[in-house]
């Protein structure tokens, strides 16, 4: 957890502020989470029907508190919470660099899923970094991280000081009504939100101030083409197999080149998941950081907690440690395959020793190859920039990982602290920092950073994601200031290599956006140009920079399985029988209640279903979900027929959504119909009309809360 100056309080009392001049401050203190457990007892219900309020001490957010964000993000228009009313809302407090924030999103994407009706989360980016101000880098984070709730750019962090934010992440929670319930900071605080939403759920069903009518919001994902990699974390060049191994992260799988970009194999099926097996079964989870050692590639399987071993002549992948479990801070040495792990981001070998940048606990790890046990190498788990012994140094998420030539030390790309540190691999050495500051009071190396050549801790970077050493230079993926850096090793200096410190597009090669892996093989430099989708190498005696292409590179296929409706919940009608043809037009009434409008950027899909019965509907009928035509308050779409008699029941689902006229807030309205269908020669009709019942669109219940 991130702090600007100390932690905040479990179970914390916090200050909400409006948005209003200094003489109308509307301050309030709330204690949250009363119990141990974060729960308040339930009071007796005053009736049979409505338990009490299980948060009796909540109180009104006021007005326009999430007002002075730059952007939003992933959604149509801006937010506000009296467009929510009726949602559970939860904020998430955050800014892209932060590992604990990262933690913190498989929490809110099985909140988002358990309470799919009933929960809002929105993202509050509150940047640390100047670079993560920028609304196109936020972007990409979400797409990198496949964020599906809206996100606004708190770039001023004027929505963080009027909730009174001190750490990164932060949760704060609002109730149906409007009124703010508490927060809490840190990460691991799934099954407490968990509960207290189901409590809130609860009560206000009961009270009939929940809105369950769902709500879609317009994703960034769906604005985004398909590339042949997608956010390549890391890249791996060995010279003596001529190979090169990509992390190719968000398509969760491993690319094998040649030194030349021709496509030799893919490991990896495409999902994301932990299962071992052939290349074309195993599955990772965002995979980053490689390294070989006796002619296996070790992975960094890094969203699943894991360390992966891929063997490239029996072509299989294993497990070689972790449980698939987050592990938590304390104690480590422990048998591979029973330690929970904890965000292992990138590895080195030498002399049969594995190292491993396990960047949620901020230390370095050590594996005995052949050995059953994992162990901290260096680093006391405390977020900082300190040097020493290497047991009571401090790192900041390292990130990136090389060895220098003779195989005594290796270089870190020390991300959260923007240094560069260099580490023994003797376990009686020592930690220092070579370039980039450290041993700042309070923690303040993590703050201090920028876009500066000079020499020792004069130079100044911006979240280094990875480190390759070459001839007593250590070249730099200085990511958030889109460059590589060149640190001589022998005289500390710090030089801008290539880039210009703007982020470039896919089809400039002197221009990086947020480069995150470095390789060497000969006297080429690969580079992941992570936000750019490629790979990009460079000479290092000339400087020139080229791009690496990987023909016949395509995106994984996306799965085929699909669950089907729950035809009993469908809305019967009347049989309709229409004449023997190619097939029928189906018109359908829309609804689109008051203060909305049909949101354009969304298309109207149908799909139909044969249920039972004689082959009605052809195989083309039933392919998956296509697109209506929409005129005025209705939809049609052309449903073909087997052009034989018969009869059958089928079934037609419609979704579309609608918007408030005035702002970023979309709903779902989705019908499912289901009716006996005949085909028959002496029919007249040619048409199916169908509607959207009244109770499938609703507004969301404003409550009567009002905020002095």
Known sequence: ?????????????????????????????VVIFLTSAGLCQDNPAPDDN??????????????????????WLNTSGPLDLKQLRGKVVLLDFWTYCCINCMHVLPDLKYLEEKYEKQLVVIGVHSAKFDNEKVSQNIRNAILRYEIRHPVVNDSEMLIWRKFGTRAWPTLALIDPEGRFVGAQGGEGNRE?????????????????????????????????????????????????????????????????????????????SGRAGRA?????????????????????????????????????????????AGTGKQGRPGPVQGNLLQTDLNSPWALCATDGLLFIAMAGPHQIWSHRIGSQVLQVHAGN????????????????????????????????????????????????????????????????SLFAFGDVDAAGSNARFQHPLDVAWHKDTVYVADSYNHKIRTLDMTTGEVKTWKGTGQPGDPMDTTQFNEPA?????????????????????????????????IEGLTPPQPPTHRELPNFDSAVPITDQTVKTQPNVTVKVILRVPDGYKLNQLAPVTWEAFLIEGDMVLPAEATGGREEAQVTGDAAEFVLPLSNTTGKGTV??????????????????????????????????????????????????????????
């Not at 969203?303 to 490239?312: A, G, M, Q, S, T």
């Not at 900041?396 to 240094?419: C, M, R, W, Y």
């Not at 959504?657 to 007249?684: H, I, N």
């Open 50 to 71: 409505v338990p009490a309020d299980p948060y009796p001490n909540a109180v009104p957010v006021p007005a326009g508190i999430l007002e002075g964000g730059t952007e």
């Open 517 to 549: 892996g470095l390789s060497i093989a000969g006297n080429t430099l690969f580079i992941a140009d992570t936000n750019n989708h490629r790979i990009c190498k460079a000479d290092l005696e000339s400087g020139e920079v080229s791009l690496l292409t």
């Open 1 to 29: 957890m991130r702090n600007r100056s100390d932690s905040i309080q479990q179970f914390v009392s916090h200050k909400l502020r409006s948005s209003r001049p200094a003489n109308a401050l509307f301050v309030l203190v």
């Open 276 to 320: 071992d097996g052939s290349f074309s079964e195993a599955e990772f989870d965002h995979p980053q950081g490689m390294t070989l050692a006796d002619g296996l590639l070790y992975v960094a399987d890094t969203e699943n907690h894991l360390l992966r071993i891929v063997d490239p002549e029996e072509q299989k992948v294993t497990t070689l």
């Open 651 to 708: 079934a037609v689902e419609m979704s579309y959504g609608y918007c408030a006229s005035e702002a970023g807030v979309c709903r779902l309205a989705t019908a499912l119909w289901k009716f006996p269908l005949t085909v028959s020669d002496d029919a007249d009709s040619a048409e199916i009309r169908l509607a959207f019942p009244e109770t499938t669109v609703r507004e969301a219940p404003v409550p009567e809360t009002t905020v002095p």
């Open 192 to 268: 407490l939100f968990d509960a207290v939403i189901g409590k809130l759920v609860d009560y206000h069903r009961h009270k009939g101030t929940l809105d369950e009518s769902p709500l879609v919001f317009d994703l960034e994902a769906g604005r985004t083409a398909a590339t042949p990699l997608r956010y390549p974390g890391k890249v791996l060049a060995d010279e003596d197999s001529g190979r090169l191994y990509i992390s190719d992260s968000n398509h969760n799988r491993i690319v094998v080149t040649d030194l030349n970009g021709n496509l030799q194999t893919v490991i990896g």
């Open 381 to 444: 788990a405390r977020e900082d920039v300190i040097n020493g012994p290497l047991k009571e140094s401090s790192f900041a998420q390292p990130s990136g990982l090389s060895l220098n030539s003779d195989g005594t030390f290796f270089v870190v790309a020390d991300s959260e602290g923007s240094a560069i540190r260099k580490v023994s691999v003797n376990p009686d050495g020592e930690v220092t920092t070579p370039a980039g500051t450290s041993e700042l009071p309070r923690g303040q």
